[in-house]
C-alpha cells in the first residue's frame, strides 16, 4: 500500500532554533500534501495545504512566515519551523493523496512528528 | 466552514460487543469521508473511505455508512477485540483541496 514517510518522528530543541519536517511520498506521487498540527487530547487541524511547484495555501491563523512550506518535487514537502518557541510544541503529521487513480483516493499519512521546544 | 462532531467521545466495552460510532457534520457538500483510527503518540491509519456517492463501504469487521444529505456517517464494529483499543476518526473531505476536517475522536477502550 501506499506509504507516506515523515522525519524526524521527534524533536527537542531549544527556543529559537528553527526546525525542518520532511514529508515523503515513498511509493507513489502526490501533487498535494497537506500539513495538520494536532495539540495534546485535541484533534487534528489543517494548517496548510502543499502544492508542488507552487506557493502553499494557509488555513486562517496560520502565520505563512513562520511556517515555511516547500514542495519543490511530486515526492517531498517540508515545513519549517523557524524561530520555535515553546508554544509550538505539537505534534506535526502529514499526509498526501495519490495523483494517479483517480481524485477519490484516501489520503495517506506519515507518522507525524513530536516537537519539543524547551 | 465544516464542522466535525463524533459521539460518544469516549467508550469502554467488554470484548466481543458490537459498536457503532457517530460522526455528524455540518457541510453536507463533502466529497468523500474517511475514518481513522489513530494509536495514542502515533499517525494515522486509514480504515475506510467512502464516496460521497455511496452509502456504506465494508472492510473485515468494520463498516461505515454515509448519509450525506443529513450530514451523518456511522462506523460499526463487529465482535470488538482489545486491539481495536484506539481513538477512531472521522474526516469528510471538502469538493475543493480535498483537505480533510476531523472530529474531536472516539475513545474506543475494548476490555479483554
Known amino acids: 500500500g501506499a506509504v507516506v514517510s515523515q522525519h524526524p518522528s521527534w524533536v527537542i530543541c531549544k527556543s529559537g532554533t528553527s526546525v525542518k519536517i520532511e514529508c515523503r511520498s515513498l511509493d507513489f506521487q502526490a501533487t498535494t500534501m497537506f500539513w495538520y498540527r494536532q495539540f495534546p487530547k485535541q484533534s487534528l487541524m489543517l494548517m496548510a495545504t502543499?502544492?508542488?511547484?507552487?506557493?502553499?495555501?494557509?488555513e486562517q491563523g496560520v502565520e505563512k512566515d513562520k511556517f515555511l512550506i516547500n514542495h519543490a518535487s511530486l515526492t517531498l514537502s517540508t515545513l519549517t519551523v523557524t524561530s520555535a518557541h515553546p508554544e509550538d510544541s505539537s505534534f506535526y503529521i502529514c499526509s498526501a493523496r495519490e495523483l494517479s487513480g483517480g481524485l477519490n483516493q484516501p489520503q495517506h499519512f506519515g507518522d507525524g512528528t513530536r516537537l519539543s521546544i524547551l | 466552514k465544516q464542522e466535525v462532531t463524533q459521539i460518544p467521545a469516549a467508550l469502554s466495552v467488554p470484548e466481543g460487543e458490537n459498536l457503532v460510532l457517530n460522526c455528524s457534520f455540518t457541510?453536507?457538500?463533502?466529497?468523500?469521508l474517511q475514518w481513522f483510527r489513530q494509536d495514542p503518540g502515533k499517525g494515522l491509519t486509514s480504515l475506510l473511505l467512502i464516496q460521497s456517492s455511496q452509502r456504506e463501504q465494508t472492510s473485515g469487521r468494520l463498516n461505515a455508512s454515509l448519509d450525506k444529505s443529513s450530514g451523518r456517517s456511522t462506523l460499526y464494529i463487529a465482535a470488538s477485540q482489545p486491539g481495536d483499543s484506539a481513538t477512531y476518526l472521522c474526516a469528510p473531505s471538502d469538493t475543493g483541496r480535498r483537505a480533510l476536517t476531523f472530529g474531536s475522536g472516539t475513545r474506543l477502550q475494548v476490555q479483554p
Open positions: 457541510d453536507s457538500a463533502i466529497y468523500n
Open positions: 502543499s502544492n508542488e511547484g507552487s506557493k502553499a495555501t494557509y
